[in-house]
């Protein structure tokens, strides 16, 4: 059988990287590495065994540069505000596309590319990372047989130790003090983006501060479960400077004093990165739904993830990788555009945490 041949775009990144790590140890698969900068991607090609790259730029590429591949993964970001350039280049040179999207708008907007993928007959899947593909297979999971839900509540908590890149900064600070849509008292509601603020305790982890984030999470949640009450998503940081200052940054952003705070991501950033070696290696996902059970009867359910010594960026890169197995297999989605919910199952991931040395408890 021929090798399935895959080009990973931002593959020098937080997620790319471990994305590619993961993948290079798959049989059957031929990656390429992508990204903009030569130094960053001649130093994970040799340390991945000597893997081909190219130097490329998601905001510029064509058909062209896609042109011999299978399937392009976009772990790149960030993709709030992003353009679907490399969609459309995938569509237009009949390569599956996946990302690892987090952007609200940009994963709303996925079934503007759902017949021109049909045309082609290629899968367009967006958003297979944390959330919504892990969270909903797990949630499909902790629910089987359920007559109906009335609260979900998700919760991830990165450990300070844990590496971050630009791109995720900029994509918290794109919604930091402005309105976030959220579905609370069963209808929609307005709440500001990084507030909510409150105290989450983690099984087996502990408290960890909690704020309200701009996902795809909150639309997609009701739109596939139809939660009487709510469907919410929280984020946090485990330093309480930093995620008590980064609500402090919001108010002049919510009392419209300045437009927004991505404009400061690099020393934002650098702050982090300064404080890297306080807090914890530790990071955590935690789940939580509430309804009716088969029997009508109240029903509570909860899973959580924790993974120590900084394995929690390889938790956003499962999807794809679960994924890319499934195109390896002849496996392949349906063509068409869409988000990355309900095709994935928790079992599909199982064995990668196990051997990454995540912990996940069902309770």
């Given amino acids: 059988m021929a090798e399935l041949r895959v080009l990973i775009i931002g593959a020098t990144g937080v997620f790319g990287s471990r994305l590619a790590e993961l ?7 031929m990656l390429t590495l992508a990204a903009r900068g ?52 995938a569509i237009a040179a009949g390569v599956h596309y996946v990302d690892l ?36 297979a797990v949630i499909d999971t902790l629910t089987d047989g ?8 998700i ?17 918290i600070l794109s919604y930091v003090g402005h309105p976030v849509r959220v579905w609370r008292g069963g209808r929609w ?25 701009d996902t795809p999470e909150q639309d997609l ?31 002049p952003v919510r009392l419209g004093w300045i437009a927004g705070l991505r404009p400061a991501s690099r020393p934002l950033l ?28 109240p029903a509570t359910a909860r899973w959580t993830l924790r993974a120590d010594g900084n394995r929690g960026p390889y938790v956003p890169t499962l999807a794809a990788l679960a994924l890319l197995r499934r195109f390896r297999d002849g496996r392949t989605p349906a063509p068409g555009a869409g988000a990355c919910t309900g095709m994935l199952t928790l079992a599909e991931t199982q064995a990668d945490f196990e051997r990454l040395g995540i912990a996940t408890d069902r309770s």
Avoid at 23 to 29: D, N, P, S, V
Avoid at 225 to 250: I, K, N, Q, T, W
């Fill in 23 to 29: 993948a290079a140890r798959e049989l059957g698969l």
């Fill in 270 to 297: 650098a702050i982090a990165k300064w404080l890297l070696p306080f807090g914890s290696d530790i990071g955590a996902m935690d789940i939580m739904v509430s309804g009716r059970d088969g029997c009508n009867a």
């Fill in 221 to 251: 949640l009701v739109r596939r479960y139809h939660p009487r009450d709510s469907a919410e998503f929280f984020a946090g940081m485990e330093l309480s400077l930093l995620h008590l200052g980064l609500a402090l940054l919001a108010l």
């Fill in 146 to 153: 359920w007559q109906r839900i009335d609260r979900i509540r």
């Fill in 189 to 213: 509601i307005d709440v500001p983006g990084w507030g909510m603020l409150h105290r989450w305790t983690v099984p087996g982890v502990g408290a960890r501060w909690a704020s309200a984030c």
């Fill in 38 to 89: 030569h130094a960053p991607l001649d130093a994970l090609a040799a340390r991945l065994g000597g893997l081909p790259i190219r130097l490329l730029d998601r905001e510029r590429l064509t058909a062209a540069d896609l042109s011999g591949f299978d399937v392009v993964i976009d772990a790149a970001g960030p993709f709030q505000a992003s353009a679907p350039t490399v969609i459309g280049a």
């Fill in 101 to 136: 999207a987090d952007g609200r708008a940009f994963v709303a907007a996925i079934g503007a590319h759902d017949a021109a993928a049909k045309a082609v007959g290629i899968s367009v899947t967006t958003g297979a990372s944390s959330i919504p593909a892990l969270s909903h």
């Fill in 155 to 171: 919760g991830i908590f990165p450990g300070n130790r844990a590496p971050r890149g630009l791109a995720v900064v900029q994509a």
